[in-house]
């Protein structure tokens, strides 16, 4: 559900065990992934509904796994941006 992914290469020790301590407090997202929107670059993503539950789980991934968030946010230094929702 969080893109761009990590290339399978990158995919480690680590990795899964930074991803479990960020899920291991995490019980249930109350939302609805109901529309089909574009990030500019072409990336596509089901939207959800509301979006505040899942931008928090985005930030707890990105305060554990900087250097994946610093690979979303591309060469200019930003996240990328919702063209449609």
């Known amino acids: 559900m969080l893109g761009p992914f990590v290339d399978r ?3 480690g020790e680590h990795l899964v065990a930074a991803t479990r301590d960020v899920l291991e407090p995490v019980r249930t997202l109350d939302l609805e992934l109901s529309v089909i929107s574009h990030f ?3 990336l596509t993503y089901l939207a959800c509904e509301p ?3 899942f931008s928090q789980l ?3 991934f990105a305060a554990a796994l900087p250097a994946v968030a610093a690979a979303r946010r ?3 230094g930003r996240r990328p941006s ?3 929702r």
Do not use: C, I, Y
């Open 58 to 60: 985005t930030e707890m």
């Open 82 to 84: 919702p063209v449609d």
């Open 9 to 11: 290469s990158d995919v």
């Open 74 to 76: 591309g060469v200019r």
């Open 51 to 53: 979006t505040e539950p």
């Open 40 to 42: 500019m670059g072409g």
